[in-house]
């Protein structure tokens, strides 16, 4: 299997979004769009001798980052719930974002705010892509199958590219070198929403038994012990969720998450992150969520290691 990746331009600060164009035929993600990325991505399909209306592209996962400029190729797949996402730009999906923020504790000036600024950057960013199609569980390109595998955790709508003969698994951004991915929140509609950590534990849990020689990620360089990643991903989250524990009582997930980070310029991933906490304390029995917003710890920090320990024996059994 032969792998070219290109670097394409992302203001975001996970930086450069990796392009891999794989076999010379088959693209996966497409960059942002902005006109610097999408020269980039212009040059790197050129290179490979291919164009946005022959190339076929499968998007990692709905974020703007990685599906940005998808709408300038004909034929696009990914996951079932991000094709509803690029369909849109997520624009339903921010709208869902901040009326959960508003439940949970957010002042509604300020989501109100943050909806209409969000709104406005975005625009320039993305553009809908109306030719997304469903990807199979497996894809092939130029002679090599690849298996599609959902990873659910960082967005709800991911999959990971595996070829398992050369053990290469392009991650998207379920894996990161050097940093921790947000569990990012995920909305079913104005009251309910996934359990996102619960699902990006089983997504580990998942990827630490596949036999990985390199994994091809979503933004950084390649990593060639996926394990350690992973191991390193549990002990955020563990680490994480004593924090949250430790200060939650009486307390809105705003309130949490205002007092734990400092930087609330990134308002919008701290959030994320808080409510990811607060919802898998809440479903694991430690914390309850009073109709004000408000959460009571109703376990102690003892039976939260017992758990984690468990948690842990699960994963790294594989
Ligand atoms: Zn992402």
New binding site residues.
């Given amino acids: 299997m032969e792998v070219r990746v290109a670097k394409v331009y992302n203001p975001y600060p996970a930086g450069e979004t990796n392009v891999y164009i794989i076999n010379d035929e088959l693209v996966f993600d497409s960059g942002i769009n902005l006109p610097q990325s999408v020269d980039m991505l212009k040059k790197a399909l050129s290179d490979a001798n291919l164009d946005f209306e022959g190339a076929r592209l499968v998007i990692s ?1 709905p ?1 703007a ?2 599906f940005g400029s998808a709408y300038l190729f004909r034929n696009v797949m990914a996951h079932e719930n991000a094709c509803h996402k690029l369909y849109d730009a997520e624009k339903r999906y921010f709208e869902l974002v901040y009326a959960h923020f508003g439940l949970e504790g957010m002042p509604e000036a300020l989501a109100e705010k943050m909806r209409e600024r969000a709104e406005k950057k975005y625009a320039g960013l993305v553009k809908p892509c109306t030719c997304c199609g469903r990807v199979g569980e497996k894809i092939e390109a130029n002679g090599d199958v690849l298996d599609v595998i959902h990873v659910p955790g ?2 709800y709508g991911h999959i990971a590219l595996y070829h398992r003969e050369s053990g290469s698994l392009f991650s ?2 379920i894996l990161l070198d050097g940093i921790t ?1 947000n569990p ?1 929140i995920e909305p079913l509609n104005e009251f309910e929403r996934m359990p996102v950590l619960e699902q990006y534990l089983n997504t580990l849990k998942k990827l630490y038994g596949l036999e990985v020689s390199r994994v091809y990620p ?1 933004h950084r360089g390649v990593i060639e012990n996926h394990r350690k990643v992973i191991e390193e991903y549990v002990r955020s989250f563990e680490n994480r969720s004593f924090q949250v524990l430790e200060i939650a009582d009486e307390k809105t997930a705003f309130e949490i998450a205002t007092t734990l980070f400092d930087d609330i310029r990134q308002l919008f991933l701290i959030m994320s992150e808080t409510i990811a906490q607060v919802d898998f304390l809440a479903n694991r029995g430690f914390l309850e969520r009073g109709d004000d917003g408000r959460y009571r710890v109703t376990a102690e920090r003892r039976e939260l290691e017992e758990e984690w320990r468990g948690i842990k024996e699960e994963i790294f059994r594989a």
């Fill in positions: 996962h974020h980052d990685h960082h967005s998207g951004d991915p990012v979503g």
